[in-house]
C-alpha cells in the first residue's frame, strides 16, 4: 500500500521525495474448515447396436475409484478430522454433527 502521488512531493521546496525504505507489519487471519462435494462424473458407452435396436447389449463404463468406506462419502481427509476431534481433542460426535451443521452439512 503506498501514498498517492501528490504526496510524494515535498511540501516545503517541492522537490519529488525519493523511497529510503519501509515498515512492515504481519496479521494472522483465521480461515474456518471448508469442506467441499468432489464429483465423480464416469461416461457410459453402448454398443452401437444397442443405439438402433434398443436391444439389450453391454454398457460400459469406468469403475469408481476406490473409497475408504465402501458406498461412503467421506474421504480420507474427512476421517482424519472426525477421528482427530474424538480422540485427539475429546470431542463427542454429536458436538461434531453440530459443528458440520454449522458449514451445511446435515448427517444422517
Known amino acids: 500500500m503506498d501514498i498517492a502521488e ?8 517541492r522537490a519529488p521525495m ?27 458407452y453402448p454398443c452401437h447396436l444397442y443405439e438402433k435396436t434398443e436391444a439389450q447389449t453391454t454398457i460400459k463404463k469406468a469403475s469408481m475409484p476406490p473409497s475408504i468406506i465402501t458406498k461412503g462419502i467421506a474421504t480420507p481427509s474427512l476421517l482424519s478430522q472426525v477421528i482427530t476431534g474424538k480422540f485427539q481433542y475429546s470431542l ?4 461434531q454433527e453440530t459443528m458440520f451443521k454449522k458449514y451445511g452439512i446435515e448427517q444422517s
Open 6 to 13: 501528490s504526496d510524494k512531493i515535498c511540501s516545503c521546496c
Open 18 to 44: 525519493n523511497r529510503i525504505g519501509e515498515d512492515a507489519s504481519e496479521k494472522l487471519e483465521f480461515l474456518p474448515a471448508q469442506l467441499k462435494f468432489i464429483e465423480t462424473v464416469r461416461p457410459k
Open 92 to 95: 463427542p460426535l454429536y458436538r
